[in-house]
């Protein structure tokens, strides 16, 4: 099952993005994550990665790009605007 793999660093790099734009401390997502799926992000199989990623888009990236959020697909990149 490809959920159970760790994740891809393709999905440790938005994670890591929204860190450094959003000025976090890495610790408190990694608490985040903890509640959320009982492990640390560099612990997260991909299912649970991607999951993580979506969360982290719908706390902070709100109210940015005029209303339009943007949305991570496959491999990484931003498509804005996108629905899931």
Known sequence: MDGDKNCSK???????????????DPN???QLAGEMFGAKVQALNELQASGFIDELLDRYSKGKQNGQR?????GGRVTKGATA
């Open 70 to 74: 943007g949305r991570y697909r496959r």
């Open 28 to 30: 408190e997502l990694d």
């Open 10 to 24: 393709k999905q440790l790099d938005p994670i890591e993005k929204i860190i450094s734009e959003n000025k976090h």
